[in-house]
């Protein structure tokens, strides 16, 4: 599932993408490897990165965040310790990526330097979000991401759920639309994520990679 040291999560907002991105970095340093977190939402001040932050720096991750993130303060400022991910390669990186094509606009200025270092760019997929509960609603907003930060989508994820009410049946529901697309944009499925036993049966169904979630992003009316 780990291949390349710039991981890249991508997806609307609402898709999950963040409680994913974290549970990566996670699972990158449970492989003895030294990890960054990079919260690369600029746009969005519902963005919990406290709520992790605590949990993630307990396991030796690197956690970087612009200078207003989690505060009401929409400037897109960016901290220079993200170049210097790029010229010393000792760390394995996670970017969380802002929800949208809007929040995608962000990597465009950094597509050299990630093309350069390789990459995997992650698209999250919840099939039960307004925004991507349709096969062209989705197709339409990979491009529109694509588009907006220079880099091409690499693995597709299904993270599709409705929180405490998903069944194995929400999972699967989501997975078809995501094979769908996989097969005609050829981009294969990178993992099924999400919380609990179904997510074990789903990937042992379609003999997917699964990434187990725990809980560390608060919902803004937790």
Do not use: C
Request: no cysteine; net charge negative; charged share 25%.
């Amino acid at each position: 599932m780990i291949n390349k040291r710039i991981n890249i999560f991508t997806g609307h907002f609402g898709s999950g993408k963040t409680e994913v991105a974290v549970n990566y970095a996670l699972q990158l340093r449970k492989s003895d490897k030294k990890t960054a977190i990079v919260d690369f939402d600029i746009v969005n001040p519902f963005f919990r990165t406290t709520d992790a932050k605590e949990k993630l720096e307990s396991k030796d991750i690197r956690v970087i965040i612009p200078m207003y993130a989690n505060t009401n303060v929409d400037v897109p400022a960016l901290p220079p310790e993200i170049n210097a991910l790029f010229e010393v390669k000792e760390y394995n990186v996670v970017f969380d990526v802002g929800g949208d094509d809007l929040g995608a606009k962000a990597l465009a200025r950094y597509s050299e330097d990630i093309n350069t270092n390789g990459y995997d760019m992650y698209f999250v997929i919840n099939s039960k979000r307004p925004m991507t509960d349709t096969f062209q609603k989705t197709k339409q907003m990979l491009f529109e991401i694509e588009q907006a930060s220079g880099l091409k989508i690499t693995k597709l994820v299904n993270n599709t759920n409705l929180l405490q009410d998903t069944t194995l049946e929400i999972i699967l529901e989501g997975h078809k639309m995501i094979e769908k697309l996989s097969l005609e944009l050829g981009i294969p499925i990178g993992f099924i994520s999400g919380f609990g036993q179904f997510v074990s049966k789903a990937g042992d169904m379609h003999k997917n990679d699964v990434l187990h979630m725990e809980k560390s992003i608060k919902l803004p009316w937790d």
